[in-house]
């Protein structure tokens, strides 16, 4: 459990109150599970259990912004019709639970196993219809880049940077970097629309399309430029820097050099 | 050629001599190699800057010319079927294919192109940082104003060349550059929408620009720069160059290794260097990766878009200025959101360049400066330099808002705020500040004139007093630390017909806030009174 | 006129005033104090320990050459890497491994030579100081006069002066000759176009149909769910064999359908959206940019280039950047199909202002 915070050696204050209360619950589902001789291996999205696992998961975490039975509060938007890609995406890149009130929720290690996003998806989705989880063979990056690359500059690189490296919003907000995000995140991002980002429903960019676009990001996450350090895509003000500090500041540096008077 | 008069040389027909013989006869060059050949070149690290310049504009011709064979600067659509996968079969223009094709099909394409694109980059800032020790130091003054208006035109043509260039792949990065240029030409006055009518050959974007901007980078621009890089090094050459001050140096000598052999290998190793470097930067560092970019299509736009870094300034201008600025009078549009900036930025250049002439003018000095100040014995130029750099640095940093935004997790609108007040108040600030920081300097070095380093060794007097004892200076430390001009403010005298003109009034008034507070150097008087004070 | 500085001192001219070489040239408003102090002359020369070692002479030497013979590998590896790392695959790792190891040869061949030569010129060719007189820039009086004197003696034989009928004809000719070239500049854009003309309409027209970009599909207002952002070209741009970026230069839209609740609309506005689904230009009436950073729930529009903002949900209107007018509203309808189209073009010139405009 929580994989990824003890991989970078911090922890949330709250890590032990959820790391106690998740065991208890996994004593208690594990020990249900072996009294009934039924070994769950994977959520089911159908499976009544599945959603009743997701129910007290949500009561226990996202009930107080987003209501018991998740119809909304002053804190947090009503959940039904979201659908299980908006909560895999939210839950699953750790914006959910949100850690404060800000410009917008931050990306962090994820509070949850990834059975237990399913288990929250699955019983979201239960409340009303909404986009589904998409299949491994939209965001496997098994699509055509080129398409992608073009879809993905008109209908995303003036928020994301062509390069996918991010870039400001108003107010605070920012797009966020997509050289770390999973394809199914990915997809689900775009047919969600989490935050301020737009929906991209199925008829403004097909499955295909998006799947297009995940190929491209792909490519682009798996094939380093070719010219060398990136200096973190973000185009002429990095490269105006580096010719200043390390470019003019070595050269300076050996004039310096051959002005000195040699011992 | 030395051996050619040599008469202790035992070998009178060795090769050299020969050679240069041989060469002599037929060019009659040995006037010139023994008028050049031994000239004295005053060596200071910041002596080499324009060397940076030169040598990175070198470096440009070197690459340059190889992209040339491969470039074509063609806005023809073709469909790319290069070798970068996320862009094959896209539309595209010829320009943008062949340059594709330089990066990705041709061994050493990315490389030459990267090198270039570096070896731009460096040009403009090595000029700009030249420019800015030849201010600070006051190497513009008598005889060299010219070749500070030379040499400044260089740059804004060295700009000129960098923005050509930027736009000649035909990506979208550049594109949208292009397409904020159109929009602001289009904002000025009278001639705004027909001059950018024909410089687009119709409407934007047009199928023409890409070649009209090829012919001005490749040949127009290139050609006055060589033959002001020319004038400018003439100029050098009869001016001699400028020394710091220093034991032994004065106003009518020019001190330093003999160009031949000594600075001739320094100047030239340093070309290598300068190239190798480049070299190395290209190898290791992507620039300009048109292959993210894609092409130049007007709907799309990439976050996070800028202009190179030199062009950074007059973007983050057009960034600065407040909603509303834009009027319709007289049934005709004023978009002062883009005149205030192309003026403010107009007026900045114009008195860079006229500098040299102000202070001439102010200080009435008429006699020639061949030692360059320390920018602390001119705290008045240093401290109004400093001014101009925040002002320069607020509009840049400007251009690059959104990106100190997310990276300092800061609003927008919160860094626009501020960069705002940084480019009103901020020269004021640097004025004032810089200007304390000299006389408190100059300041220094009087008391270690007067009283010597302290040399932190303690001492008990006879009495029980502690004291610390001082290092006096010997003469030729004293000599750095003295040697400058001081100057007094100007005194209002009628002229010849007992008036008092409202330019002297001017003039007196600006020479009074030019020389305020201003610190002489200590004389020898000065020198022996504190010294018979202290015994 | 130029001496070796092994004597030391001897050569130290020792007066730094500016105007023992100058007469009559005024110092302004410079103090030149009878006291100041006198310039020593040189410090004594100091020698390298190269000049003294011979050791250390030779190690200097020896690193010299080495780096030349570094400067040699580095461009044998330079060649060698062309021929070993080829980039014929459709591989970008390739291109990397090409750029940067042919990129690695030469920087240590221009290196090696570049220090190797600064490096002989510091450690071991002799150590000579020299000083050379200044002269006045302006040259001597006589040369001055002289000067002087070809131009007079040029201008009486010309009669320059004299006949001044014909020098302000000429200058009246030098005047005028360049305007035919000026004139050319006209057929630098096509002779039978006007850019206002062209810069007031686009290919938007009534019955249009909205299309994406760049598909060129067409889009039913039932397909824009709440919260969307379709980017959109009119119908039958991506088909035009000329002028196709001209076009969506100016054409290019963006589609957001908000709450109807939350769209504030102006009176004679309310007929130009279709149930909360809203068209505006995507072109910055800044300077061109595309403004496209559509945030769903602010309802703020931003362009990437100069931070304008603008409200969606009240005309666009700006609220933030450098930007004065709102973006200009398409007004769209649905058609029998259920197809959205434009019900005419435009109302005003999209994108930059421009002197003309008004």
């Known amino acids: ?263 | 050629m030395s051996t050619i008069t040599s008469r202790d040389d035992t070998q009178k027909r060795s090769f050299t001599a020969a050679a240069s013989t041989y060469v002599n006869e037929r060019t009659s060059l040995a006037g010139f190699v023994k008028e050049l050949g031994r000239k004295a070149f005053p060596d200071h690290w910041s002596f080499l800057l324009g060397e940076v310049a030169l040598f990175s504009f070198v470096v440009i011709l070197i690459t340059g010319t190889f992209l040339t064979f491969f470039f074509q600067a063609s806005m023809a659509e073709v469909h790319y079927d290069g070798s970068y996968v996320p862009l094959k079969g896209v539309e595209m223009s010829v320009a943008m294919a062949s340059t594709l094709d330089i990066s990705f099909d041709i061994r050493g394409g990315l490389f030459v192109r990267q090198m270039h694109h570096w070896a731009a980059l460096l040009f403009v800032a090595s000029i700009g940082l030249h420019m800015l020790r030849i201010f600070f130091t006051g190497a513009f003054r008598k005889p060299r104003e010219l070749n500070w208006v030379i040499g400044f035109t260089m740059f804004i043509l060295a700009m000129g060349e960098g923005f050509t260039g930027y736009s000649l792949p035909d990506d979208l990065l550049s594109g949208n550059g292009l397409r904020i240029i159109d929009g602001l030409i289009k904002g000025i006055p009278v001639i705004g929408t027909w001059t950018s009518f024909l410089l687009f050959g119709g409407e934007f974007p047009g199928t023409a620009i890409v070649g009209r901007l090829y012919t001005l980078h490749i040949l127009l621009l290139p050609a006055i720069l060589v033959a002001l890089i020319a004038i400018h090094l003439v100029f050098v050459v009869v001016h001699k160059h400028t020394q710091y001050a220093a034991p032994g140096k004065t106003q009518q000598n020019a001190v330093g290794p003999p160009i031949l052999p000594i600075y001739a290998a320094k100047a030239g190793g340093f070309f290598f260097i300068i190239f190798g470097v480049l070299a190395l930067i290209a190898s290791m560092f992507t620039i300009n990766p048109i292959w993210s970019y894609g092409p130049y299509d007007p709907s799309p736009v990439s976050a996070g878009t800028q202009p190179d870094w030199y062009i950074g300034f007059a973007d983050g201008a057009l960034r600065l200025i407040p909603p509303g600025w834009e009027f319709v009078w007289l049934d005709r549009t004023w978009s002062f959101n883009i005149l205030v900036p192309l003026i403010a930025i107009g007026i900045f250049i114009v008195l860079v360049v006229i500098y040299p002439f102000i202070e001439a003018w102010v200080t009435g000095d008429k006699r020639e400066h061949h030692i360059a100040d320390r920018p602390r014995n001119a705290p008045t130029r240093t401290a109004i330099g400093a001014a101009g750099v925040t002002f320069y640095a607020g509009l840049w940093a400007a251009a690059s808002s959104d990106i100190l935004a997310t990276h300092f997790s800061l609003t927008m609108e919160g860094v626009i705020h501020a960069l705002q007040a940084v480019v009103i108040i901020g020269p004021f600030l640097a004025y004032f500040i810089t200007k304390r920081v000299c006389i408190a300097l100059q300041k220094k070095d009087r008391e270690i004139v007067l009283h010597g380093y302290e040399s932190g060794r303690i001492v008990k007097l006879p009495g029980g007093e502690f004291i610390e004892v001082h290092q006096p200076l010997d003469e030729y430390d004293r000599w750095r630390l003295v040697s400058y001009d001081a100057y007094q403010p100007l005194m209002i005298r009628p002229n010849a017909r007992g008036k008092i003109t409202v330019g002297q009034k001017l003039r007196a008034g600006m020479s009074r806030w030019f020389f305020e507070d201003r610190i002489a150097p200590v004389t020898r008087g000065e020198l022996e009174a504190s010294h018979s004070a202290h015994h | 006129m130029a001496q070796d500085d092994h004597s030391g001192a001897d050569l130290a001219v020792a007066d730094s005033s500016h105007a023992a070489h100058e007469p009559a040239v005024s110092p302004g408003t410079a103090i030149v104090a009878s006291d100041g102090f006198q310039n020593p002359g040189f410090p004594p020369h100091r020698p390298r320990v190269t000049d003294e070692d011979p050791k250390r002479e030779k190690r200097a030497s020896r690193t010299v050459y080495t780096l030349f013979y570094l400067s040699i590998v580095g461009s044998v590896w330079a060649v060698a890497a062309y021929m070993l790392f080829p980039i014929e695959s459709n591989d970008v790792g390739a291109v990397r491994l090409n750029n940067m190891f042919i990129g690695l040869g030469a920087t240590l061949a221009l290196l090696g030579l570049g220090f190797g030569i600064v490096h002989w010129g510091k450690s071991i060719m002799a150590d000579v100081e020299l000083a050379d007189e200044r002269h006045p820039i302006g040259g001597s009086p006589e040369t001055q006069a002289a000067a002087v004197k070809v131009f007079t003696d040029a201008d009486r034989e010309s009669g320059f002066t004299r006949r001044s009928v014909i020098r302000n004809s000429l200058i009246g000719a030098l005047i005028a000759f360049p305007l035919p070239a000026v004139v050319l500049f006209r057929g630098f854009a096509p002779q039978d176009q006007l850019p206002v003309e062209l810069l007031s309409h686009t290919m938007w027209a009534k019955g249009t149909r909205l299309t994406l970009d760049p598909s060129g599909v067409p889009i039913k207002a039932a397909d824009i769910t709440i919260g969307s952002a379709f980017h959109v070209i009119p119908e039958g741009l991506a088909e035009l064999e000329h002028g196709r970026l001209e076009e969506k230069a100016k054409a290019a839209v963006l589609l957001m359908r908000l709450e109807p609740s939350e769209l504030n609309q102006a009176p004679d506005r309310e007929s130009w959206s279709y149930d909360g689904i809203v068209a505006y230009s995507k072109i910055c009436t800044h300077v061109g940019c595309p403004v496209a950073l559509y945030e769903q729930h602010t309802h703020h529009l931003l362009c990437p280039c100069h931070q304008s903002q603008f409200d969606v949900a009240n005309h666009c209107e700006v609220i933030f950047g450098p930007a004065k007018r709102p973006l200009p509203q398409l007004p769209i309808a649905v058609d029998d199909e259920g197809y959205l189209i434009a019900q005419s073009d435009f109302n005003e010139p999209v994108g930059p202002s421009f002197w003309e405009r008004s």
């Open chain 1, 1 to 263: 459990m929580n994989r990824s915070k003890r991989r970078t050696g911090r922890r949330h204050p709250l890590a032990t109150v959820a790391l106690l209360a998740l065991g208890l619950v996994f004593t208690g589902g594990a020990y249900a599970a072996l009294s009934t001789g039924t070994a769950q291996a994977e959520a089911e999205p159908t499976s009544q259990a599945t959603i009743e696992e997701g129910k007290k998961l949500f009561q226990a975490n996202c009930a107080t912004c987003h209501g018991l039975e998740a119809q909304g509060t002053a804190n947090g938007p009503s959940l039904i019709g979201v659908g299980a890609a908006a909560v895999d995406f939210q839950v699953g890149t750790g914006r959910m639970p949100m850690q404060m009130q800000g410009p917008q929720a931050q990306q962090k290690p994820p509070q949850f196993e990834d059975e237990q996003v399913k288990q929250l998806a699955y019983y979201v989705a239960s409340l009303g219809p909404g986009p589904d989880i998409p299949a491994d063979h939209l965001v496997n990056g098994g699509g055509d880049a080129a398409n992608g690359a073009e879809l993905f500059r008109i209908n995303c690189a003036m928020c994301h940077n062509v390069a996918g490296a991010g870039g400001a919003l108003t107010e605070g907000k920012f797009a966020p970097p997509l050289t770390d995000v999973s394809g199914v995140h990915i997809y689900e991002a775009m047919v969600t629309g989490p935050q301020n980002m737009p929906v991209f429903n199925d008829l403004n960019i097909s499955p295909e399309d998006k799947r297009d676009v995940i190929t491209y990001l792909k490519y682009v996450q798996d094939n380093r430029s070719p010219g060398g350090f990136e200096l973190g895509s973000l185009g002429p003000v990095a490269e105006g820097l580096f010719i200043w500090i390390f470019g003019l500041g070595a050269i300076v540096a050996i004039t310096v050099w051959i002005t000195a008077k040699s011992n």
